[in-house]
């Protein structure tokens, strides 16, 4: 039995799971409201206060999204009562980042400003140039974003320039030895 699958999931005080056909979970909580379609193959029971999901064989497949399914309405429950967010640190000397409405704009050495627009779900603060917030109720979207903006200008090994996660350890290189 999967571990992770056969732990049920606890719904807190003001929220609602509601399971439609096809395995369509809708998520209502104070943040907002989240859907997802899973897996057919799965049987979600929502029982009082909390959620079981369930698998009909022990095939590979079906071992492996039961684990998957529990945590998705897991994190669909976690999004809608907490949220999530990611932060990113820019390092760099004339590296930072401006919030204009719903426009981030990013100066990272280039020749030109690389301008990104929040997508629906998600939403980014900048503290003090070098810290950017993106925050939501969706971590899939949030994740998702936080890696683009990452992307635009990864952390390189040599000085660590670049903009990198908050909690990420950059591994250093050492520079060029001269002629002995």
């Known amino acids: 039995m999967s571990r992770i699958g056969k732990m049920p999931i606890a719904i807190p005080a ?3 799971v509601e399971v439609a056909e096809n395995n369509k979970v809708t998520v209502k909580g104070p943040k907002g409201t989240l859907e997802r379609v899973l897996p057919a193959e799965m049987t979600i029971k929502v029982e009082g206060v909390e959620v079981l999901v369930s698998r009909p064989n022990d095939l ?3 071992k492996s999204l039961h684990g998957l399914t529990r945590t998705l309405i897991a994190n669909m429950v976690t999004g809608v009562v907490s949220g999530y967010e990611k932060v990113l640190e820019i390092n760099g000397t004339g590296y930072r980042a401006a ?4 426009e981030l704009t990013l100066t990272l050495g280039y020749s030109h400003p ?3 627009v929040d997508p629906e779900g998600v939403e980014t603060t ?3 140039q070098t810290k ?5 109720i969706d971590k899939e979207k949030v994740g998702q974003y936080a890696a683009e903006i990452r992307n635009k200008r990864r952390p390189e090994p ?3 320039k670049g903009i990198k996660y908050a909690d990420e350890v950059i591994r250093r290189k050492a520079g060029k030895t001269g002629k002995k």
């Open 14 to 16: 003001g929220v609602t």
């Open 60 to 62: 590979k497949r079906m």
């Open 99 to 102: 919030k204009a409405g719903k």
């Open 114 to 116: 690389v301008i990104m």
């Open 126 to 128: 900048v503290d003090a």
């Open 132 to 136: 950017i917030i993106v925050r939501g």
């Open 158 to 160: 040599y000085k660590g």
